[in-house]
């Protein structure tokens, strides 16, 4: 069992999310103020477009368009 003093251990959760309104995303999360941990980019495994950023809890958000996008 870990020390709750210690502070936070690991990379705690990724949430991703899925849209078809991808660069409508982007413009979103931008005007949010939202920390961008990574810009927009096409995702060679996936085939997709991905941005991911660090939501106002703390929480990393990976938001992608559809598998196989580009």
Known sequence: M???DAGPVGNGA???F??????????RVRASGC???EEP???PLANHREVWVR?????????ASAYGDV
């Open 2 to 4: 870990g020390r709750p």
């Open 14 to 16: 990724i949430l991703w």
């Open 18 to 27: 899925e849209t078809g309104a991808f660069a409508a995303a982007v413009e």
């Open 35 to 37: 920390a961008v941990l």
């Open 41 to 43: 980019h096409v995702n």
């Open 55 to 63: 939501d106002p809890d703390g929480y990393v958000v990976v938001i």
